[in-house]
């Protein structure tokens, strides 16, 4: 399966990426089938923040991770949280690409932050959203949002990356997923900011069938995240329950799955494991292909 894989590491220029994907997009689709006009076609997507490798423990363990992703068999993922050769605590290792692999997916890493390497042999350290599909990834970027850096002295809220959008073509169905992780301090305003700079983002996106999956850090109910409910559909809709952090006894739900109106969700859950500090959100969906 092709790996798409936006990391400075491996050395992957603008041009090298949009060639790769390009190429992806013409391999498609498989057969005609796929293809067929109004046809709906279902979808499992799937929200997770995974805590840099963490449990609910505190204890790195990658392979935990994999067991709870293969369980909820999604065709999407947005994993919050992923270290790529960040530091000790996660061995150094690339968690974007080795859950990719583990889970035969294509993945997109969107950073939020890439520093210098520890010395000049190394790769850069970077931290940030991965998305993983099932389906081929035709077209991916990493958007820039309003972000207040725990990197730097004195922050201010400043354009950042770590908004990724990955466009997939699901048996015809072209669907643009976004991943996200939104402040969380306690004070609403970066969050706001973000709210703004997502809903224009997507706003100026052509494709109709969005998915929305990420760490919103913030309850269903707050005034930062009222402007969104007005673009996007909550997978859980009214329906109480659905706590997804902590793990171990969830108080409140503030990782989300959400769809764009033409999107249909038949069914959403927050799956119980401590192979993070947060519980994954899980939906399955419906989309339209040729929509």
Known sequence: MRRIVSLPARLLSAIA??????ASALALPANAADVDEGRQVALRVAT????AGAGMDRRFDLDRQVAALREIDADILALQEVDVNWSGRSQWRDLATELADALDMSVFFGHIYSLDPPSAEAPRREFGIAML????????ENHD????????PDPTPQPAPGFPEIVVNVRGALVHAYGTHLDYRADPYVRELQVADMRQVMAEDRGRQQV?????????GAAELAP???DVVDAWGAAEGGLTYPAADPVKRIDYVTVSPWIEVRSAAARATLASDHL??????VVISGA
């Open 17 to 22: 990426l949009t060639a790769a994907l390009a």
């Open 48 to 51: 997770y923040n995974i805590q």
């Open 133 to 140: 599909s099932r389906y081929p990834i035709v077209h991916a």
């Open 145 to 152: 949002i309003a972000r207040l850096s725990t990197q730097t």
């Open 212 to 220: 929305l999956l990420g760490d919103f850090n913030a309850e269903p």
């Open 228 to 230: 969104l409910w007005e």
């Open 280 to 285: 994954p959100v899980v939906a399955d969906v």
